[in-house]
């Protein structure tokens, strides 16, 4: 079935530093999404991107964090800078459509800021 | 807002006995309710779906039946096999303002043995 990528699979960086996650999409799909997963806890909707801007973000999209998709390549996010809190799992999804349309996952990044 | 609520942590069930995998919800909204498996190290993956109050929906040997009475969407399966074990999420989408964000609850880890 359709799948997404996520690069890299793990992240280890110091508090401070930049990082940027990267989401390969299911080619043909317009809407994406990242969630975010605290060890132990639920996956939690950070923000949603259509058409080139946010559709949607949550109380979790800190003024730190910031997504784009330049010219149809990896669908990003960037954090900066990061703290101890930003340590989670974060996955990617992208659907075909909005609304009730499916979402596909990828298999997530681990990030540890330390 | 919106939450799920889930089975907690580990169900530890042997080869050939029934599954079932509680989920409880809360929504102002009409919703859509989702189950997905996650099986280790990949990506999560629907597996079933449905907005339909007391109509039994199946797939892969699973089943489960929305009941807007109660709230719940319980997952089912008659007998368990080892490939079953995975990490399984109840989610939910609503029909209000934002009808593109997953609520997730905490997953329920099921270890199927010999």
């Known amino acids: 079935g359709p799948k997404v990528l996520q690069i890299p699979s793990h992240q280890i960086i110091d508090m401070g530093q930049m990082v940027t996650l990267n989401c390969d999409p299911v080619?043909?799909?317009?809407?994406f999404y990242w969630y975010k997963q605290i060890l132990g806890q639920q996956m939690e909707f950070l923000v949603n991107?259509?058409?080139?801007?946010?559709?949607?973000k949550s109380k979790l999209f800190k003024d730190q964090f910031s997504v784009e998709r330049p010219d149809g390549s990896y669908f990003t996010l960037k954090i900066q800078p990061t703290a101890l809190e930003d340590s989670a799992v974060y996955f990617c999804a992208s659907s075909l459509g909005g609304g009730y349309a499916e979402q596909f996952f990828g298999p997530g990044t681990r990030l540890t800021v330390l | 807002g919106d939450s799920v609520t889930q089975t907690e942590g580990l169900v530890t069930l042997t080869e050939g006995l029934p599954v079932m995998l509680n989920c409880t919800y809360q929504t102002a909204y009409s919703t859509f309710l989702f189950w997905y498996v996650q099986h280790l190290n990949e990506a999560p993956k629907l597996l079933l779906k449905s907005s339909t109050d007391n109509k039994r929906t199946e797939h892969q040997g699973f089943h489960a039946t929305l009941h807007k009475s109660s709230s719940s969407f319980h997952l089912q399966k008659s007998s368990a096999q080892l490939s079953d074990s995975a990490l399984y999420y109840c989610a939910l989408r609503n029909s209000g303002g934002s009808n593109a964000k997953l609520t997730f609850g905490k997953g329920t880890k099921l270890s199927v043995k010999s």
């Open positions: 080619s043909n799909h317009l809407y």
């Open positions: 991107f259509y058409n080139g801007k946010v559709m949607e």
